[in-house]
């Protein structure tokens, strides 16, 4: 288990998942508490954060695309996954979709954070279109599965995330690093503030039940980088298909400490008009000369579900309908999660449904 005390744990699933969290730890540096797991024991053996899921079941070798495989592995393992979560408050998931398990593992992962109050969001690729159908429909199969159950849900097409790479190998490292980079952002957002604080705490009430929602991120240099930074956000096709009207946006400024007051506003004011001026708006900053030196990231994070409990998000219309409100006016996720998806049925068993409500064991809670 690791010795970091922080409440937020960085959590990597899947081979291509573990991957993107060791690249997020490595840029942050010191101080980041994170997790992998995988059921390919090459993805990180005898590395003090890594957790090898399915032992029994798949020998260490991945689980080959087998959604459900994984899924049954990560539930065997559950136990020490729990040990990685003393003390989480928020959880952020990344993983890549298409194989066996970031998709499988991922759901399990995301159900016992439920279960545990832990709040979550979920960064997950899907696959480039040259990767084939198979790949893409594991991909489908979970994702609304993962919305349902995560309280905030970030799906990146690896197509628009790396556009007009010829060489496989190459869109795949840069899709990972890109992501990584991302996440980086993010975390250093919440981990290192700034003059503006945008603390964990807010983050949680931020996500609480959001839905899916839209990541992007920019980084810009030169004298106009805060209006190019806007400019190149708007265009940004991560930002650009929209599944419902946008309810809340997250703004992150990451910049050294020529950081200009004008810019931030220039930012805030750009952003705001260009997704929604009317919907409840958070930024936080990030002064790190050192880091950044000259340079402008910001980070756009733009929820989705609708203030009025998930009515908007033509998905599934009234998924989250008597739920609480938070803060933003979105609700904190239903009870019954995987109301409107297909089960997944095991052996007889609906593995949607917690194992000591599929077991009747008693919880003497
Ligand atoms: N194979 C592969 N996929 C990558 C890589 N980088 C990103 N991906 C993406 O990650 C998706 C899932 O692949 P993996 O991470 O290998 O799958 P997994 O979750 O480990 O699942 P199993 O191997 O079936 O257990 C792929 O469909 C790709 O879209 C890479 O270097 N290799
Ligand atoms: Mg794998």
């Known amino acids: 288990m690791s010795g970091n005390s922080s409440s937020m744990l960085l959590v990597g699933v899947g081979t291509a998942g573990t991957r993107i969290a060791r690249g997020v730890s490595r840029a942050f540096g010191e101080g980041l508490r994170y997790l992998a797991i995988d059921t390919d024991a090459s993805s990180g053996q005898d590395e003090e954060n890594f957790l090898l ?13 087998d959604v459900v495989a994984a899924r049954l592995a990560a539930e065997d ?22 194989g066996g398990t970031g998709g499988g593992a991922t759901l399990e992962v995301l159900k016992r954070l439920s279960d545990l109050g832990i709040q979550s969001i979920v960064f997950a690729t899907t696959p480039f279109a040259f990767e084939g159908e198979d790949r893409l429909r594991n991909a489908r199969g979970v994702m609304s599965m993962i919305e349902e159950s995560a309280g905030a849900t970030f799906f990146l097409p690896l197509d628009k995330l790396v556009g007009g790479e010829d060489n ?3 869109a795949m490292r840069r899709a990972v690093d890109t992501l990584a980079g991302g996440v980086t952002l993010f975390w250093r957002l919440v981990e290192k503030p700034g003059y503006i604080r945008l603390d964990a705490d807010r983050i949680r009430r931020l996500v609480s039940g959001a839905g899916r929602g839209r990541f992007a991120f920019v980084t810009v240099q030169g004298p106009d980088r805060a209006s190019e930074a806007v400019d190149r956000l708007v265009r940004s096709e991560l930002l650009a298909v929209a599944s419902a009207p946008v309810n809340a946006i997250l703004c992150g400024v990451l910049a050294g400490e020529d950081l200009r007051l004008s810019e931030l506003g220039r930012v805030a004011d750009g952003v705001r008009e260009a997704f929604g001026d009317q919907v409840p708006f958070e930024i936080g900053t ?3 000369e050192q880091t950044y030196c000259g340079r402008l990231c910001v980070v756009a994070m733009l929820f989705e579900s609708a203030a009025n409990g998930g009515e908007a998000n033509g998905a599934r219309p009234g998924a989250r309908r008597t739920a609480p409100k938070g803060p933003l006016g979105v609700g904190h996720g239903s009870a019954r999660r995987f109301h409107k998806t297909e089960p997944t049925i095991w052996h007889g068993e609906d593995l949607d449904l917690p194992t000591y409500l599929r077991r009747n064991i008693n919880l003497d809670l």
């Open 286 to 288: 990030v002064n790190d």
């Open 53 to 65: 899921l399915g032992g029994n079941r798949l020998s260490g070798r991945g689980a080959g695309g």
């Open 168 to 170: 496989m190998a190459e």
């Open 77 to 98: 393992s559950i136990g020490a996954i729990d040990e990685h979560l003393e003390g989480v408050r928020l959880a952020v998931v990344v993983t890549s979709l298409g």
